[in-house]
């Protein structure tokens, strides 16, 4: 009973300061930004599947994306090279000393690729010095890697949708059956 009060209790204060920290921003695509714009030669079958240049509305310029280990070893240390040039063929980039600068290195959410699996990436651009008329990806760098998958066992999942004005989540919260359990709780912002 007193872990049931203690689940409740979890799930009411996420709901609570979910709105405090959570900004609503949903992404406008604009046809002026290219489709995926990636080089041919690709290095050791670690391919850039998917880009995509769009502003939010907040004004902020956003480039992301997905990466693929087409390998069949574990790769790490992976390192992307954007470049953002203006219509006239200017690098929008600007180094930490205010100089322009024609590309930035940027990494992708997951650290380690296994065989056959994917990361995403995103970055963003404050647009106070224009809008991007281009952009290019390139994989810069990757090392082979180690990787232990985790092994998880899962009871009693529950999948709470919630709703709010000005946004929708779900909670997601269950046990882990694994040899330490613990309790667990996702929030997944929808939208």
């Known amino acids: 009973m007193k872990m049931k009060f203690v689940l409740y209790a979890v799930v009411i204060v996420l709901v609570l300061s979910l709105p405090a920290c959570v900004k609503s921003a949903v992404p406008t695509p604009t046809s002026q930004f290219p489709y995926a714009n990636t080089p041919a030669n690709?290095?050791?079958?670690?391919?850039?599947?998917?880009?995509?240049?769009?502003?939010?509305?907040?004004?902020?310029?956003?480039?992301?994306?997905?990466?693929?280990?087409?390998?069949?070893?574990?790769?790490?240390?992976?390192?992307?090279?954007?470049?953002?040039?203006?219509?006239?063929?200017?690098?929008?980039?600007?180094?930490?000393?205010?100089?322009?600068?024609?590309?930035?290195?940027?990494?992708?959410?997951?650290?380690?690729?296994?065989p056959a699996t994917s990361s995403p990436f995103d970055y963003t651009y404050d647009t106070v010095n224009g809008i991007p008329a281009s952009y290019k990806v390139t994989i810069s760098n990757q090392r082979t890697g180690s990787a232990n998958p985790a092994h998880l066992n899962s009871e009693n999942i529950q999948l709470m949708d919630t709703w709010r004005k000005d946004f929708d989540f779900f909670i997601l919260i269950?046990?882990?059956?694994?040899?330490?359990?613990?309790?667990?709780?996702?929030?997944?912002?929808?939208g």
Do not use: M
Request: net charge negative.
């Open 174 to 190: 269950g046990w882990n059956a694994s040899p330490h359990a613990d309790l667990f709780t996702r929030v997944c912002l929808n």
């Open 42 to 114: 690709q290095p050791a079958e670690l391919l850039i599947a998917s880009t995509n240049g769009f502003v939010d509305s907040h004004g902020t310029y956003h480039l992301v994306g997905e990466i693929n280990n087409n390998t069949s070893t574990v790769l790490s240390s992976i390192e992307l090279t954007i470049e953002l040039k203006d219509a006239s063929g200017n690098s929008l980039l600007k180094d930490e000393n205010g100089n322009s600068s024609p590309n930035t290195k940027i990494y992708p959410l997951l650290y380690s690729l296994a």
